[in-house]
T-cell receptor, first 116, second 114 residues
Framework: DTAVSQTPKYLVTQMGNDKSIKCEQN?????MYWYKQDSKKFLKIMFSYNNKELIINETVPNRFSPKSPDKAHLNLHINSLELGDSAVYFC???????????????FGSGTRLTVV | AQSVTQPDIHITVSEGASLELRCNYSYGATPYLFWYVQSPGQGLQLLLK??????LVQGIKGFEAEFKRSQSSFNLRKPSVHWSDAAEYFC????????????FGTGTRLLVSP
């Protein structure tokens, strides 16, 4: 059983399209995250949700909209895709409700988005 | 500003040799400290973490790391590197208060030569 699963693993799309990436965790964690890894491997947080509530929203274009239907799911919808959106997007989860994240953060295997 | 620095972009080590990957952080207080490894085309796997207590922490795959408060460092070590250790290694820190988020260093690519 995969702890944090993302779909799809690969996504190739044209500029201007709208796409979604889905993430699910079965660890019972209360906090989920989206990270973006650029072509230089740099990882930067985009969003974080705690029990379906948005708690971290870094400087991300409005074209990116996360949605958390429940604490086990966090989806990322991207409108009007641009070439610069090409990256690997990682979902992660942790038990972080004000306590030490004793198990660290668990990451999905990533979604490689290529915008052409 | 809070930051995490991994000064080595690439490191090449001979198989069987020892390894040390450097990580320095700049935070107002001692954060939580982590090392993750990313194999090609894979997600990030947690190697080890430091919260408090003993400053030498043991992790998976024979890795260890030492927290040095005076140097604001959390260097990763392995006494004998295997070819399968070739990967990208990330140091990360998390704040102790509020809703934590991980802030990553820029990563160090480890190459293992025969």
């Amino acid at each position: 059983d995969t702890a944090v699963s993302q779909t799809p693993k690969y996504l190739v799309t044209q500029m201007g399209n709208d796409k979604s990436i889905k993430c699910e965790q079965n660890l019972g964690h209360d906090t989920m995250y989206w990270y973006k890894q650029d072509s230089k491997k740099f990882l930067k947080i985009m969003f974080s949700y705690n029990n379906k509530e948005l708690i971290i929203n870094e400087t991300v274009p409005n074209r990116f909209s996360p949605k958390s239907p429940d604490k086990a799911h966090l989806n990322l919808h991207i409108n009007s895709l641009e070439l610069g959106d090409s990256a690997v997007y990682f979902c992660a989860s942790s038990q972080s409700q004000g306590v030490t994240p004793v198990n660290g953060y668990t990451f999905g295997s990533g979604t490689r988005l290529t915008v052409v | 500003a809070q930051s995490v620095t991994q000064p080595d972009i690439h490191i090449t080590v001979s198989e069987g040799a020892s390894l040390e990957l450097r990580c320095n952080y700049s935070y107002g207080a001692t954060p939580y400290l982590f090392w993750y490894v990313q194999s090609p085309g894979q997600g990030l796997q947690l190697l080890l973490k430091y919260f408090s207590g003993d400053t030498l922490v043991q992790g998976i795959k024979g890795f260890e790391a030492e927290f040095k408060r005076s140097q604001s460092s959390f260097n990763l070590r392995k006494p004998s590197v295997h070819w399968s250790d070739a990967a990208e290694y990330f140091c990360a820190v998390g704040e102790r208060s509020g809703f934590q988020k991980l802030v990553f260093g820029t990563g160090t690519r480890l190459l293992v030569s025969p």
